[in-house]
């Protein structure tokens, strides 16, 4: 079956900290694998999109890293702001000719001053 | 302002009834999809139109019909509304396939909530 796990559920850290957010898929074929943030009661924004090759993406403060072999993915979020509190979901994309997003149920990042 | 409108923000109504949400897709997008959010759930694939032709189907209910227009607006139709049709629906839209060119990212509305009471 498909699935995309995230860890921890939801996760709360000082202002300045720097936390990492975990997914492991068991999606096959894959095609590629999304980072999204989504501030609440709004529509996700995307942060990184990395295909198969691709091990480590960076936007800014995030970084995002891929291990293909392993279905392991990480989101790095440096020196946090009070503007990151958000979900982050892992969302990962079937390949096969057709489209299919399979997402995360995200974790929940809470910053505090 | 992601560039994808979505109508009405709010919507308040009573069970068994019909509404229609509305999707205008960022400027030059030819897909568009509409997910479910419930409360602290992830979101939920319900729907997927490419130029006007349905291309991929979630986890949809017979009730909820979509279409997509030849101005690539999109209506989502939600009928004989029940208590657990409650939540944020979102429209998404990207350039082409979100499938295997990895380019295509998607752009998200700022969501549809829908309350059921």
């Known amino acids: 079956k498909n699935q995309v796990e995230q860890s921890p559920q939801s996760l709360i850290i000082l202002e300045g900290k720097n936390c990492t957010l975990q997914?492991?898929?068991?999606?096959?074929?894959?095609?590629?694998l999304r980072w999204y943030k989504q501030d609440t009661g709004r529509g996700p924004v995307s942060l990184t999109i990395?295909?198969?090759?691709?091990n480590t993406k960076s936007n800014g403060r995030y970084t995002a890293t891929l291990d293909a072999d392993t279905k392991q993915s990480s989101l790095h979020i440096t020196a946090s702001q009070l503007s990151d509190s958000a979900s982050y979901i892992c969302?990962?994309?079937?390949?096969?000719?057709?489209?299919?997003?399979?997402f995360g149920a995200g974790t929940r990042l809470a910053v505090h001053p | 302002d992601s560039g994808v409108t979505q109508t009405p923000k709010h919507l308040i109504t009573a069970t068994g009834q019909r509404v229609t949400l509305r999707c205008s897709p960022r400027?030059?997008?030819?897909?568009v999809y509409w997910y479910q959010q419930s409360l602290d759930q992830g979101l939920q694939f319900l729907i997927q139109?490419?130029?006007?032709?349905?291309?991929a189907k979630g986890n949809i209910l017979e009730r909820f019909s979509a279409q997509q227009f030849p101005d690539l607006h999109s209506e989502l139709n939600l009928s004989s509304l029940e208590l657990g049709d409650s939540a944020l629906y979102f429209c998404?839209?990207?350039?082409?396939?979100?499938?295997?060119?990895?380019?295509?990212?998607?752009?998200f509305g700022a969501g549809s909530r829908l309350t059921v009471l």
């Open positions: 969302v990962v994309n079937l390949s096969g000719g057709y489209n299919k997003l399979i």
């Open positions: 997914c492991n898929y068991t999606v096959s074929p894959f095609s590629n």
């Open positions: 990395m295909t198969f090759s691709e």
């Open positions: 139109y490419y130029n006007g032709e349905e291309r």
């Open positions: 400027s030059g997008d030819l897909s």
């Open positions: 998404a839209s990207s350039p082409g396939l979100a499938g295997d060119a990895g380019a295509n990212v998607l752009t």
